[in-house]
């Protein structure tokens, strides 16, 4: 079986299920006799890691026209969990939306469900047990020291670990889970190893890669939790000589150390050598912000740069077009492949931060910032289908141009500021409160937005309350002037004065403390939104767990930046 990534979803989008069965079916009997490899199989099932909406009603289809196979279900199971991630965001856990909260906590369910499904259904369920045992490090660390220390483990490691007894993947699954800023520790991962090594089932080689990615794990903590930068740079280059790959993380921890460019370029161009040899490699997390903070001295290197990010956009990595994008958009002097079309395959896979840099790269430049084109503006309704909170908001505040260019109905005006607000948009979030408390929308139990004139109700007001108080502590001077004007009774129906909502115009200016629109958001997203949309990039460079998830039990150790989890396996 040899069809790539494009070529398995092609058969699922085209409803080609019996040609999926055909592909998959056969493969996975093969893993079952130990005639094809892990990592076969995860490379197989792994292109269904694709948060495309779209994909629901076939992977409904495919499940109808084949009830009982076990492929189909392993399948489903990773496009649940990928869907997850991508509700879950880029965002530390105090800044997810509520829409993520919501999105991360269902899809789990539903993933976890299937994929326990799913281990009922073949002989050696290794991939569904893999996608359990994501879900529940998404969900953050649940064993103890003493559990590590004795070997009490849960079953999703110790029933593939049964049928498997060599797997690397399932020891790694469970390494990343001990991590410290999931609510493990260094002590967790180093007696978890130690009793690896001492159970002599793994080759050399891998054991070697997973010590590899024990220090891997310790850097990425030093540098981002306990800001000791001399530590991250200590264990990243253990990691680096354990196995070549870890160099990009060697290159990251010098590059935030501000070490030497030297220095750093040797450690680039070290990654750079090893990757290209390496057809498995990925994308490393944190490589493009360190990229980016290389610029003096990347340009002689940038060719074997964007050959590797081509490559791998090009097998469907995502972040790869997207971090070819913010280098087109940031260096424009360079000469630069056009991520174009690599950004539009990703937009149409579902991804909210291609559909999102396609947006961005038509408005390089102040002239074109402020241009509105119908290229434009279909550019940043399909980001706002995908739930971007920024477009969504853009869409509402343009509304007029949108409905008379795609025949929208007026409704669906509300849909698209209630998006952005539940999304994260924090002005979204400024105006919709300030609407509520109007009375002139409110939110119904089928959760759709509807224009009323009405005094708020009760379940307004409390809702209104939330958004203000979530913006207020991201630093919006609008929610913070409103909840400060409010008085106790202002939040009971009783009592409560209805506001004065701004229009759309004095929303743009009330929200951003009265500064021209215009400033603000060129401000906000020709620089904020890149620098914020580069810290995607700052995680752990391991690739088979979704990179820096932590759970909102964390505490204080859950405020790292997180990178694209959809993408990590």
């Known amino acids: 079986m040899n069809l790539s990534a494009p070529d398995l979803l092609g058969h699922l989008r085209d409803a080609r299920y019996a040609d999926l069965e055909t592909s998959l079916g056969p493969l996975q009997r093969q893993f079952e006799r130990g005639e094809a490899g892990e990592t076969e199989l995860k490379r197989a099932f792994g292109v269904f890691q694709k948060p495309d909406p779209a994909l629901s009603e076939r992977f409904n289809g495919w499940m109808e026209?084949?009830?009982?196979?076990?492929?189909?279900?392993?399948?489903?199971?990773?496009?649940?969990?990928?869907?997850?991630?991508?509700?879950?965001?880029?965002?530390?856990?105090?800044?997810?939306?509520?829409?993520?909260w919501?999105?991360?906590?269902?899809?789990?369910?539903?993933?976890?469900?299937?994929?326990?499904?799913?281990?009922?259904?073949?002989?050696?369920?290794?991939?569904?047990?893999?996608?359990?045992?994501?879900?529940?490090?998404?969900?953050?660390?649940?064993?103890?020291?003493?559990?590590?220390?004795?070997?009490?483990?849960?079953?999703?490691?110790?029933?593939?670990?049964?049928?498997?007894?060599?797997?690397?993947?399932?020891?790694?699954?469970?390494?990343?889970?001990?991590r410290a800023e999931w609510g493990g520790s260094e002590e967790h991962m180093l007696a978890f190893v130690r009793g690896q090594q001492d159970s002599?089932?793994?080759?050399?080689?891998?054991?070697?890669r997973l010590w590899a990615e024990f220090h891997a794990c310790a850097a990425h903590h030093a540098q981002f939790f306990l800001n000791d930068a001399d530590k991250a740079v200590e264990r990243a280059r253990l990691a680096a000589?354990?196995?070549?790959?870890?160099?990009?993380?060697?290159?990251?921890?010098?590059?935030?150390?501000?070490?030497?460019?030297?220095?750093?370029?040797?450690?680039?161009?070290?990654f750079l050598t090893a990757a290209e040899q390496d057809p498995a490699a990925t994308l490393p997390g944190n490589l493009l912000w360190a990229l980016l903070q290389s610029k003096d001295w990347?340009?002689?290197?940038?060719?074997?740069?964007?050959?590797?990010?081509?490559?791998?956009?090009?097998?469907?990595?995502?972040?790869?077009a997207v971090a070819l994008g913010y280098l087109r958009l940031l260096n424009n002097p360079w000469t630069l492949p056009d991520p174009t079309p690599l950004l539009t395959r990703a937009r149409d896979e579902g991804d909210r931060q291609a559909a999102e840099m396609l947006v961005r790269l038509q408005e390089g430049n102040l002239g074109a910032a402020l241009r509105d084109t119908p290229a434009k503006r279909e550019a940043m309704l399909a980001a706002a289908d995908l739930g971007s909170p920024e477009m969504s908001w853009r869409v509402y505040q343009g509304f007029d141009a949108f409905r008379k260019q795609f025949g929208l109905d007026d409704?669906?005006?509300?849909?698209?500021?209630?998006?952005?607000?539940?999304?994260?948009?924090?002005?979204?979030?400024?105006?919709?409160?300030?609407?509520?408390?109007?009375?002139?929308?409110?939110?119904?139990?089928?959760?759709?937005?509807?224009?009323?004139?009405?005094?708020?109700?009760?379940?307004?007001?409390?809702?209104?309350?939330?958004?203000?108080?979530?913006?207020?502590?991201?630093?919006?001077?609008g929610a913070h002037k409103a909840l400060k004007a409010a008085k106790a009774g202002d939040w009971?129906?009783?009592?409560?004065?209805?506001?004065?909502?701004?229009?759309?115009?004095?929303?743009?200016?009330?929200?951003?403390?009265?500064?021209?629109?215009?400033?603000?958001?060129?401000?906000?997203?020709?620089?904020?939104?890149?620098?914020?949309?580069?810290?995607?990039?700052?995680?752990?460079?391991?690739?088979?767990?979704?990179?820096?998830l932590t759970s909102p039990a964390l505490g204080a150790e859950a405020e790292a930046t997180l990178a694209d989890p959809g993408s990590s396996r």
């Open 65 to 100: 026209a084949h009830p009982g196979s076990y492929v189909a279900h392993a399948a489903l199971a990773e496009w649940l969990l990928a869907r997850a991630w991508a509700y879950r965001g880029q965002q530390t856990a105090n800044l997810v939306s509520d829409q993520g």
């Open 102 to 178: 919501r999105g991360l906590h269902h899809h789990l369910e539903q993933a976890e469900g299937c994929a326990r499904h799913a281990t009922t259904l073949s002989a050696n369920p290794l991939t569904a047990w893999l996608v359990v045992a994501y879900v529940h490090n998404t969900r953050g660390c649940g064993l103890s020291l003493e559990d590590v220390q004795e070997g009490r483990y849960p079953d999703w490691f110790q029933r593939p670990l049964e049928d498997n007894p060599r797997s690397l993947e399932v020891r790694l699954a469970m390494l990343y889970h001990l």
């Open 200 to 208: 002599g089932l793994l080759g050399p080689g891998d054991m070697q």
């Open 241 to 270: 000589d354990l196995r070549e790959l870890k160099a990009a993380q060697l290159f990251v921890a010098l590059t935030h150390a501000k070490k030497p460019p030297a220095e750093r370029r040797a450690a680039l161009e070290r």
């Open 298 to 320: 990347l340009e002689a290197l940038l060719p074997r740069v964007t050959a590797l990010l081509t490559r791998w956009a090009e097998a469907g990595d995502h972040e790869a």
């Open 411 to 477: 409704r669906a005006k509300y849909r698209y500021l209630l998006k952005a607000a539940d999304a994260g948009n924090n002005d979204a979030r400024f105006a919709l409160a300030q609407q509520l408390r109007a009375g002139l929308v409110e939110v119904g139990d089928d959760g759709v937005l509807r224009p009323v004139d009405t005094p708020p109700l009760q379940e307004s007001l409390d809702y209104a309350k939330h958004l203000l108080e979530r913006a207020a502590a991201e630093d919006h001077k």
């Open 492 to 548: 009971d129906a009783k009592t409560a004065r209805r506001v004065r909502a701004p229009s759309v115009e004095h929303e743009r200016e009330a929200a951003r403390g009265g500064r021209p629109w215009w400033q603000w958001w060129l401000i906000g997203s020709l620089i904020v939104g890149v620098l914020r949309a580069c810290a995607t990039f700052a995680s752990d460079d391991s690739p088979a767990v979704p990179q820096g």
